[in-house]
């Protein structure tokens, strides 16, 4: 499911907020390919990494991080080897 779907759990004033499409990217790991949501902000002091738990993926817990995107962080979600878009 896509990021967007799951901003439907998100109460309603937070739905409005959590909009911010992720920058896509990729990072060679191992012999993983790993999939990189982000919200970059190349000045902020604050670097939070998101990761989900088991039977998780970084599109589930994106509407969370772009809440706090939106306070001028610096945001990645990873999709952690074998789970969403990591291969």
Same mark, same amino acid.
């Given at each position: ?10 109460? @309603? +004033? &937070?739905?409005? %907020? ?6 896509? $990217?990729?990072?060679? /790991? ?14 902020? @002091? +604050? &670097?939070?990494? %998101? ?6 993926? $970084?599109?589930?817990? /994106? ?25």
């Amino acid at each position: 499911m896509a990021w967007s779907a799951y901003r439907e759990f998100l109460a @309603p +004033v &937070r739905q409005r %907020v959590a909009v911010l499409e992720p920058v896509r $990217s990729r990072w060679q /790991w191992r012999d993983h390919t790993v999939q990189l949501l982000r919200a970059p902000h190349d000045t902020s @002091p +604050v &670097r939070i990494v %998101v990761v989900h738990g088991a039977g998780a993926h $970084s599109e589930a817990l /994106w509407p969370l991080a772009a809440l706090l995107a939106g306070r001028d962080y610096d945001i990645t979600a990873v999709d952690l080897p074998l789970y969403g878009d990591t291969y």
